[in-house]
């Protein structure tokens, strides 16, 4: 017999329907939808005697994905009642919205989306229930055909199904698995944000359609706080901060995906470098380098050529292929296989920052978050079955550590085997296991994404959460016992037999690249000043401070100090404005006083006035927060 669960009572039903089962228990009228094993389904669900149903209302969070769902049917309904001739593509949910990709004549523009969102109130208003029904695959065709909508005739031609699934609200009908809310009227509180280009199915050969986005939540308040997240990630939005503060350029004529790091933003990357560095030695590991290409033999034997070519270049040279490298590893184990181990050799830790190539459709790459050429913070563990939860626990407190020092607060999932994997059950769930047991040892808090994990083993990610509140996966751990397999690497034991090792993939901040433009945004480009691009600006307020100013500045530059001397003959108003735009830390003005009493005066880059101090008082301050790595500036 079947089960609901609902407010932490449980009731055996028979097969049926949730709408049909909820009204026969006369349960909450609220219920929208269910949750069997991990997927969210709404009412239209036939409950199957094996089943396991948790009932939930529209103010679970888990409601999301149904109401968003609806209000990408409710956005196109309106598209069609407004322009009679519109072929609609697909439109899915996205993390807390949703899109539709469609085929209209006319420009939609921000005049257009008021219009469409006018209408859409009124299908709300009108509380139109929602209707799932089934359809033959050769009826479904010929409707679609009447219809004038091409791309759902495709979609149903390539889903090779005998039948499909449809929704219905009013006039309108949709190709739909679901779930959905049970009628427009439950959902409310949604805005239209941007129109985008979208290649059908996502190829360049294709015709560029109109992606629409929007957002949708259950309370207004909701809405409205991540509209204003929404418009202060706009002003934090790294493409733009970069090149303002002169950090990098992107340039898709010639390298495309790729990034060109400037002065100020090479600076920024070392000196993530250097502290990478510094506590990976602390930690017992030791660095190295790889090639950059290598034969194509090596990536059929690591597994990658099966799983992983498409997302691969290759150049030819000899009669030989090789391959860039998509990642480190196998190098890593070919560094291993140079000479014997033994048992008291592991565990081996071996760190690269390493440059790595992969092909990302032109339509996905997005500034630095996205890029086909990038550096991992990468590191291989060699150990031994029992050494796995030290190494684990090791790994997992190097980058607590890390996070706290940027501020950031993370959740962690733990990912396991997908679709696209290879190895024997047995050893997933050996790994799997391992996994899960060191976490629960740490005593880290933990969900579980299902069929997330790595082609080659299970992972545990780490999310971290900016200063406001978006998560950007950045840590991983990945355990993996079939590359030593394939690649027959192997460590003498105590015992003098070979044995297999076991090998750990870690990354800290991910890819160097993507973890600079999480810190563009998430300090919008105020970055602490251990890591800022200029810590100092040296301002004399006319010619006759210039002298002082400049031996002020060489006394900072000897301390390793990063500073300019901004010596131009302007306004002293115009100096400080400009460091300010630039995010520079501090700002020391000279003027006739300072000379005098040789001190500076002291101004942050939020405009504070901390008055004169003595430059030794100064330069000891400055240098303290530097070596300790604060957070925030001496004055606030």
Known sequence: MAKLIFNGKSYDVHEGTIKDLIKALNLDSKIVGGVVGKEIVDLFYT?????????????????GELYRHTMSHIMAQAIQRIYKNAKFAIGPTIENGFYYDVDVDVPLNEDELKKIEEEMKKIIKEDLPLEKFSMPSKEAIDYFKSKDQPYKVEIIKDLNEDSVTLYRQGEFVDLCRGPHMPSTGKVKYFKLLNVAGAYWRGD??????????????????????????????????????????DLFSI????????????????????????????????????????????????????????????????????????AIKPMNCPGHIMIYKSQTKSYKDLPLRMCELGTVHRYERSGVVHGLFRTRAFTQDDAHIFCTEDQIEDEIKGVISLIDKTYKLFGFPYKVELSTRPENSMGSDEIWEKSTNALRAALEHVGLPYQV???????????????????????????????????????????????????RPVMIHRVIYGSIERFIGILIEHYAGAFPVWISPVQVAVLPISDKHAEYAKKIA?????????????????????????????????????GDREVETGSVAVRLRSGKDLGDLKIDDFISKISKEIKDKSQTSFGE
């Open 47 to 63: 409950v199957k005697p094996e089943d396991k149903v948790e009932l939930f209302t529209a103010e679970d969070p888990r409601a």
């Open 204 to 245: 360049e050969k294709n015709k560029m359609l109109q992606r629409i986005y929007g957002t949708a939540f259950y309370k207004k308040e909701d809405l409205e706080g991540y509209l204003k997240m929404m418009e202060e990630a706009e002003k934090r939005d790294h493409r733009k901060l970069g090149p303002q503060l």
């Open 251 to 322: 340039h898709p004529d010639v390298a495309p995906g790729m990034v060109f790091f400037h002065p100020k933003g090479t600076i920024i990357r070392r000196e993530l470098e250097k502290y990478w560095r510094e506590e990976h030695k602390k930690a017992g590991y030791v660095e190295v380098v790889t090639p950059m290409v290598m034969n194509e033999s090596l990536w059929r034997q690591s597994g990658h050529w099966d799983h992983y070519k498409e997302n691969m270049y290759f150049t030819e040279k000899e009669n030989q292929m090789y």
């Open 449 to 499: 994404n299902e069929g997330d994990g790595a082609f080659y083993g299970p992972k545990i990610d780490f999310h971290v959460k900016d200063s406001i509140g978006r998560t950007w996966q950045c840590a991983t751990i990945q355990l993996d016992f079939l590359m030593p397999e394939r690649f027959g690497i192997s460590y003498t034991g105590s015992d003098n037999m070979d044995h």
């Open 554 to 590: 060489q006394m900072l530059d000897e301390k390793e100090i990063r500073t300019i001397l901004d010596d131009k003959p302007r306004k002293i108003n115009y100096k400080i404005r400009e460091a300010q735009i630039q995010k520079v830390p501090y700002m020391l003005v000279i």
